[in-house]
DNA sequence: TTGAAAGCGCTAACAT
DNA sequence: ATGTTAGCGCTTTCAA
């Protein structure tokens, strides 16, 4: 790779000069603009931007990092793609890493964040409480949480109304004249596993169901935690008639069970999963689910930080999104 | 952020001195390596990762740049996540760009790769003569394709056998009774979409058919392309019998289009996809496809790569995984 | 065993 | 309009 300098002495000007061009400021006279630039064109000169990050002042990097909990999860995956397209159009470039719902991974991707010196960060912090990531909000750096938010601290935040999602997912179940319907939750103690059971319990207790406990399972948000919640639930001498699945994964693993039990939706078993999927419609049967707008999230979040990053003192906001029940046939 | 600088000075000592304490090496007095290691963790020091990869010369920098095509689909978040894994594991961290199928995208992220000094770098080519790409590996940095491989250069590559992963499928469905067979390829110019097609006409031909080409379509390998192509297909006058789906994404449009014209899968029309996904048996109906090992040629891709940064000149190696037909109820 | 100092490639203040 | 130079935080020779 080729640099400032070789380029100065090909052009026969200082490295300031090619700077200048490169940068596309200042006074340049139009003749050694020129000249500069062919030099740059023959040697293919792209400036370092190791060099660039190192030089300039935090605000000025062009990098944000995202940490995202879990990449096989199509919601974060939408997540991620809202997040890119807003850093694309706004000359952003995203640093992005996966802790795959491990804590440990996810402190070593907040410290490589940190020596990476980016602009900002987006992430889902592990739980409401978050250590880590509240020091980091601290110590401000400009954070914007998706998906979770932090107790105890103010942060930007875009999140969604997961209580009224789960609460009208449930109360359908009820009004489509289920009885014995079962919570399959994610890990127990992240912020949206919390906030869907309340609006479980919520439509249960509010439409004069007592709660059953050995109903309420929480698992690890993962596919496989799915099929084990399902597989507990189906096995039981007195078995639920509906499930409210936690999350997309979770969804799928019970439908795998489902399926593999030779069982009938919605006639032996009635299935409602939140978070939506493109492909919902071609599940057997069409899966009624709870539909977030995870690419918005991204974007309206990307949004926030950009702004944070260039007034790092304004008030911090709390975008709550609503979610959207899609009816199909599996309930 | 605190320094080097700010830690020598806390701890009375040069910045060289707490450099070496920080890297673990040389000779270091016990008495001093403790009085460093207490202004460490007092000061909460991290080493700037931006200035040591400014510093320190190529195949140190513990870095590596993973360029990805289109993160929506799920295969490639299987390369992923063996990618992040194997990384995780020898303490590589990974710049992760997904390009979505736009060749100005690649190039610009290319570029930014580049210019972040990366040790090297994973990535599926846009074609099979990706100028950008075949500069690059010229260039001497540490290149492993994946997925896809290159032409005219010498290059690592881990792929898969699509040519007869494509021959496998087709011939399954001629062995079925299925006599129209379409194929539902991906974007033209890649290699996949290519392979795949030669799998898919060398089958017909061996089993004696006559090959019609307005059963053979190609589009841009997401889900939308997928539902038109099927769209296309299942409104001729003389529909197929048989759809042979050339990635994940395309199956789950065409299955779209299937379900929301009313037809019955096998019956109506039967489907085999290229890419098995771990909800596949959870579709209406089970969907019968040639699964890839996605996380396994991640993992693959990025030991090859570590290899490659260790020893710079030894021979290029190509990589072919098999693919295997696992055989549901779509056909 | 430790420190001083050069230099990675760049930007920006200052000088010309 | 252009050049000189300091310095971002670090590693690594060389010297002490």
Same mark, same amino acid.
Not at 200 to 210: M, P, Q, S, W
């Given at each position: ?25 200042? &006074? ?16 293919? &000169? ?62 070593? *991707? ?58 009208? #997912? ?7 004249? *289920?009885?014995?319907?079962? *919570? ?55 078995? $639920? ?12 693993? #019970? ?10 939706? $919605? ?17 057997? $049967? ?8 995870? *690419? ?5 979040? #990307? ?29």
């Amino acid at each position: 790779m080729s640099s400032l300098k070789e380029v100065a002495k090909l052009a026969n000007v200082s490295i300031a000069t090619v700077s200048r061009v490169v940068s596309g400021a200042e &006074y340049v006279s139009e003749s050694t603009r020129k000249t500069v630039l062919k030099a740059v064109h023959k040697l293919d &000169y792209k400036p370092n931007k190791v060099a660039q990050r190192l030089r300039s002042k935090s605000g000025n990097k062009k990098l944000i990092g995202l940490i995202v909990p879990d990449i096989q999860n199509p919601f974060y995956v939408d997540v991620v793609r809202g997040v890119e397209d807003m850093c694309y159009s706004n000359n952003f470039a995203v640093f992005m890493c996966n802790f795959a719902q491990d804590e440990t991974k996810e402190r070593l *991707y907040l410290d490589l964040m940190k020596s990476e010196a980016v602009d900002g960060l987006i992430l889902a912090p592990a739980s409401e409480k978050d250590v880590e990531v509240i020091k980091l909000v601290k110590s401000g750096l400009p954070v914007v949480c998706v998906d979770r938010s932090l107790k105890e601290v103010d942060v930007d935040s875009v999140v969604v109304d997961n209580r009224n999602g789960a609460f009208s #997912a449930v109360e359908f179940l009820i009004n489509r004249g *289920y009885k014995k319907i079962a *919570y399959l939750g994610g890990l127990p103690n992240i912020p949206t596993t919390i906030q869907r059971q309340r609006g479980y319990t919520d439509a249960l207790v509010k439409n004069g169901f007592k709660l059953n406990e050995s109903f309420i399972l929480t698992g690890d948000s993962k596919h496989i935690s799915g099929k084990k919640m399902a597989t507990e639930l189906l096995e039981m001498d007195n078995p $639920p008639d509906a499930l409210f699945t936690g999350n997309n994964l979770i969804t799928l693993g #019970a439908l795998e069970v489902i399926h593999n039990k030779g069982l009938k939706i $919605p006639d032996d078993i009635a299935i409602i999963g939140f978070d939506d999927m493109p492909w919902s419609i071609s599940l057997n $049967p069409p899966l009624t689910a709870v539909s977030q707008p995870g *690419y918005e999230i991204g974007r309206r979040a #990307a949004a926030m930080l950009f702004n944070r990053i260039a007034e790092p003192e304004r008030e911090n906001v709390q975008l709550v999104l609503n979610t959207k029940l899609v009816i199909r046939d599996s309930c």
